[in-house]
């Protein structure tokens, strides 16, 4: 203890010895830090209107108890539909289809470290982060799954990760003890991101009780084709009574088909531009 406040008056009378002698000097170098800072401050300012966008939602996912309770509450449904689907009598055997990312798996972590670095997603640092397998699950998922497997109901995987990311998939839904996570029941992108060839693929031999998703593709080829946000919403408002039905919808602001429509699909936009687009679009008070 003597030591440490011996340290630390030696350390306050050189600091000061050193305030007295150098004062200019110590100027010179507050004003040039103050000039960079403001220089950083001023780039991300002019080209990361996305990307702060991205960290506020991410971090509303991560912290907010409201995105917690979306997330039970659309499982705590999804249950309600899958008893009442249990009591039909006949046909096929019964499954569920639900989508991976941001419906079970949850890629949070992934989306603010590239957000924060002012980096626009791109496939390879993605399929970096799938390979690791380290995502956590969202809220009432494994429960809901885990619960429909002891029903003797069939849970199908159909995701558009791409065919290289299998074994990072299946090992971390394995992670969790997820039903039927094997070869089979995980369907993966071949060619067309459309799901619906995979839906008519488990029709085949199941009735499809309900499907989990949190972009609406992960529900109905009429959100197929890149359609626009009118075309959308019109489509939304067609199927109103399929949601909360048939339809589980997880909550994610983060990035969805909902993005993608607002920039017209259009991969190629800087962040400046996107910026541009989101301003275009808001709407301000007056
Ligand atoms: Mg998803």
């Known amino acids: 203890m003597f030591i440490q406040s011996l340290v630390a008056l030696v350390a306050a009378k050189s600091f000061s010895s050193i305030m007295k002698q150098h004062t200019g000097l110590l100027l010179c170098i507050a004003l040039l830090t103050a000039c960079s800072t403001t220089k950083k401050v001023s780039q991300t300012g002019s080209t990361s209107t996305v990307n702060n966008g991205k960290v506020w939602a991410s971090l509303w996912q ?8 979306l997330c039970f509450q ?15 009598t006949g046909g096929k055997p019964l499954a569920v289809v639900s989508d991976i990312d941001e419906t079970i798996l949850d ?3 992934y989306d603010v470290q590239r957000a924060i670095n002012n980096r626009e997603y791109d496939l390879a640092t993605w399929k970096q982060w ?9 809220a009432g998922a494994p429960n809901f799954f885990k619960y429909a497997a002891s029903k003797g109901v069939t849970v199908f995987y159909i995701t558009n990760r791409d065919e290289d990311e299998r074994p990072g998939t299946l090992k971390n839904l394995q992670r969790y003890n997820m039903p039927n996570a094997d070869n089979a029941h995980l369907m993966l992108k071949s060619g067309s991101s459309s799901k619906e060839s995979r839906r008519l693929q488990v029709l085949n031999q199941y009735n499809i009780a309900l499907l989990c998703g949190d972009n609406l593709a992960d529900f109905d080829k009429l959100y197929d084709n890149h359609p626009t946000e009118s ?24 990035y969805g088909d909902w993005e993608g429509s607002l920039f017209k699909f259009n991969y190629k936009l800087t962040p400046a531009q996107k910026d541009s687009v989101i301003k275009a679009n808001l709407r301000f008070s007056k």
Do not use: H, M
């Open 74 to 88: 659309a499982y705590n449904l999804a249950k309600l539909r899958l008893d009442e689907a249990l009591k039909q």
């Open 62 to 69: 991560q912290r907010s108890a409201e995105y917690r309770a």
């Open 231 to 254: 075309s959308r919403n019109s489509v939304t408002t067609r199927l109103t009574s399929q949601f909360g039905s048939k339809y589980i919808v997880l909550p994610n602001p983060s």
């Open 107 to 109: 890629n949070s972590p």
């Open 130 to 138: 799938t390979a690791k397998a380290e995502c956590d699950t969202v």
